[in-house]
């Protein structure tokens, strides 16, 4: 089992930067591929950033590229999403994802960060 904390979203000025972060509490997090979604009101969930387990390779939605990085620190069992010129079509509940890299049909959820961006 693993629980998934996230932290660090809020309310920003569009072009801003907000770092989010998610702590996983797990005895083996490089067992797990990582990933930050994202769900505004009315609209489906979508894939935001993926990591692999190793941090070695990272997968970005087209609407983000260029402006997010995602990171992980295996260390503290943490994955970061850099999110820098923010717009106001980032506005959504940003969610936390781990996805076990033995049996994808594993994963789990954290519970949501606000992140809200003003014009």
């Known amino acids: 089992q693993v629980q998934l904390v996230e932290s660090g979203g809020g309310l920003v000025q569009a072009g801003g930067s907000l770092r989010l972060s998610c702590a996983a509490s797990v005895s083996a997090f490089s067992s797990y591929n990582m990933g930050w979604f994202r769900q505004a009101p009315g609209k489906e969930r979508e894939s935001v950033a993926r990591i692999q387990w190793s941090g070695g390779s990272a997968y970005y939605a087209d609407s983000v590229k260029g402006r997010f990085t995602i990171s992980r620190d295996n260390a503290k069992n943490t994955v970061y999403l850099q999110m820098n010129s923010l717009k106001p079509e980032d506005t959504a509940v940003y969610y936390c994802?781990?996805?076990?890299?033995?049996?994808?049909?594993?994963?789990?959820w954290g519970q949501g960060t606000q992140v809200t961006v003003s014009s």
């Open positions: 994802n781990a996805e076990y890299r033995y049996n994808g049909l594993l994963q789990y």
